[in-house]
């Protein structure tokens, strides 16, 4: 009732149909016109000729459209924005709505679809009754605290210079595209401005993330402990308990009631409260013959319980290793290569790679010190990929020809050396403070000086008793560093920035 209404029209006209090809468009058509009311021989093989000729200017003309598109650059030499345009377009019409449940039954009917969803919206918004203090804590039972309420949060100019002169100028810029060396330059003139805008971020509620904190910090830790239980023969039972639709499920009146109880004021409520809607499942994680068998109940409601789960982007198995998530990450890089080899049908070389390391590169590295295979198998398993992605920018698909000389083409690395130079590298922020992962850094302990061969910083190697803990990250990291040479360690460090 209250949504506004909006009638979508397709754009018939497209860029690359030319003036001059609309006139010859426009002119088979009247041809056609004539020769439909005369039923003439010659107007008919007129029609013929100027159809085809269309045909292959329209052809002629659409290539030469995608070849400007594909091959602008930006000053930066990245892809232009329409080409990001042209990409992001045509994965949207390859998607489309999936088909829907109802009844039991799938359904692809568009009208049906939206009706569907419209129940399903409607029927998780929670009450919008309004409730007054007395009426709160007749419902909830809490009654009015001493807890002071919070100070306002005030953001001077003076300490985001500070922050900003931190800045790492070997970082990539953000999404505003401005160089983080800019940023650390200007920081005394930009300073009072970017102040202005961070404490309007706080009164109007947009919102951050804490420092030194990310999905690949937290998996780190969590993985180090749940490595280090199988190999002491603990079982770890693992609750994902994100709860769907709890966002539209509460009472925006009782949850405001209870933050002001905590003394948590007007703008604060505003800055950012969300929850993920997922589903609550439980998963044992041990490699014993005979594991422990739990059920959990919340809400009188037992949680099922999986053998696989997603947790930060990463699928964990019960058994602490990691080959299903890489066959699920293989196969949906396999799936976006084949997109972009159906869809970038172009001769240019770079802007085919550029493709492959915008689009499927990053899927086989997402959190990559957390997971980074040891076999031989899951290794080989991701390289695949990345050597299909070789004969795909270089157009060369016959048998004989060698992907091993195309690589070096190229001048990729390995992905299983991109991976180590990867771990090394959050090895070092860790290290350095410059990453929150307190369950590994109380483990970083520096070893013990053995002489004049020690020419850099070395580290307590951690004993192990199986394979799958000495080939986890802090293990498998530490032996790495303790290996490298001097010159090696000087180029991790430099990659992290100053600390």
Excluded at 77 to 85: E, H, I, L, S, V
Excluded at 380 to 400: D, G, I, P
Aim: hydrophobic fraction near 35%.
């Amino acid at each position: 009732m209250h949504i506004p209404h909006k009638v979508a029209r397709t754009k018939t006209d497209q860029p690359w149909v030319t003036p001059s090809i609309r006139k010859l468009i426009n002119r088979r058509n009247r041809k056609y016109r004539q020769m439909k009311k005369t039923g003439s021989a010659s107007l008919r093989e007129e029609v013929k000729v100027l159809r085809h000729t269309i045909q292959r200017q329209i052809r002629r003309s659409y290539w030469s459209y995608l070849n400007s598109v594909f091959t602008e650059e930006t000053a930066a030499g990245q892809p232009g924005k329409r080409f990001w345009t042209y990409i992001k377009k045509q994965r949207s019409s390859n998607v489309g709505v999936a088909p829907l449940k109802k009844d039991g039954h799938l359904t692809s009917n568009p009208q049906e679809q939206a009706e569907l969803l419209n129940d399903q919206f409607q029927s998780v918004f929670g009450e919008g009754r309004q409730y007054t203090d007395e009426e709160f804590e007749q419902k909830t039972g809490m009654q009015n605290t001493d807890i002071p309420a919070m100070d306002n949060i005030n953001i001077n100019c003076e300490g985001v210079r500070k922050l900003m002169k931190k800045l790492d100028p070997h970082k990539a810029g953000g999404p505003d595209g401005i160089s983080t060396r800019v940023l650390r330059e200007l920081a005394t003139e930009l300073a009072p401005a970017l102040t202005v805008i961070f404490q309007s971020s706080l009164t109007t509620g947009q919102h951050g993330f804490r420092p030194g904190r990310s999905c690949v910090s937290q998996l780190l830790d969590f993985s180090e402990e749940i490595t280090t239980n199988l190999e002491s023969g603990k079982q770890t039972d693992v609750l994902v308990m994100d709860f769907a639709k709890a966002f539209d499920r509460v009472n925006h009146s009782l949850l405001i009631h209870k933050l002001r109880r905590y003394g948590i004021q007007e703008w604060e409520r505003s800055w950012d409260m969300q929850f993920h809607p997922a589903k609550c499942v439980s998963m044992a994680v041990t490699r014993s013959r005979t594991p422990l068998s739990r059920s959990y109940v919340l809400h009188g409601h037992t949680l099922e319980t999986v053998r696989t789960v997603k947790y930060l982007g990463v699928t964990m198995s019960h058994d602490g290793t990691w080959d299903h998530h890489i066959n699920n990450m293989a196969n949906k890089a396999n799936r976006v290569l084949g997109f972009l080899r159906r869809n970038l049908k172009i001769s240019s070389t770079s802007i085919k790679e550029k493709a492959y390391k915008a689009f499927v590169r990053p899927l086989l590295e997402y959190a990559s010190s957390v997971w980074d295979p040891y076999t031989q198998k899951s290794i080989a398993r991701l390289e695949s990929v990345q050597r299909r992605a070789a004969r795909f920018v270089l157009n060369r698909y016959h048998n004989k020809s060698s992907v091993g000389s195309m690589l070096l083409q190229l001048g990729w690395e390995p992905l299983e050396q991109r991976r180590r130079t990867q771990r090394l590298e959050v090895f070092c922020r860790i290290r350095d403070g410059l990453v929150e992962c307190p369950v590994i850094r109380d483990k970083i302990v520096p070893a013990p000086p053995r002489g004049r061969r020690m020419y850099t910083e070395q580290f307590t190697r951690i004993k192990t008793r199986t394979l799958y803990r000495a080939e986890s990250f802090l293990p498998r990291t530490i032996r790495d560093w303790n290996n490298l040479h001097k010159d090696e360690v000087e180029a991790v460090v430099a990659a992290t920035g100053p600390v």
